[in-house]
């Protein structure tokens, strides 16, 4: 059986940092992102990596200050967030799939996280 389960998420100043953590237990693949919801929008893809080669893709609201990494002995996956604003504020949530190049799209992967709620605060 496979589940995520997201931690980390919080309340914090806009400019300050947090460090998401998805646990994926069940099996490895080969493809891992990040996503996030905010109020009343739909599901915008954050961050992606690939499992073998940990090549790395981020939208470019994020790039310069969102970091996606994976500990492959932890079966393990990370965003680190930097330089936090107010429109960062919403639902961040884990998904794995087996995709060889990951992309951005929700469709292409298979299962989710629950989410962590992200509150930047102005």
């Known amino acids: 059986q496979v589940q995520l389960v997201e931690s980390g998420g919080g309340l914090v100043q806009a400019g300050g940092s947090l460090r998401l953590s998805c646990a994926v237990s069940?099996?490895?693949?080969?493809?891992m992102g990040w996503f996030r919801q905010c109020p009343g929008k739909e599901r915008e893809f954050v961050a992606a990596i690939s499992w073998i080669g940990g090549n790395t893709y981020y939208a470019d609201s994020v790039k310069g200050r969102f970091t996606i990494s994976r500990d492959n002995a932890k079966n393990t996956l990370y965003l680190q967030m930097n330089s936090l604003k107010p429109e960062d504020t919403a639902v961040y949530c884990c998904a794995v799939g087996y995709e060889r190049v990951p992309g951005a799209s929700p469709a292409e992967y298979r299962y989710w996280g629950q989410g962590t709620q992200v509150t930047v605060s102005s």
């Open positions: 069940g099996r490895t693949f080969s493809t």
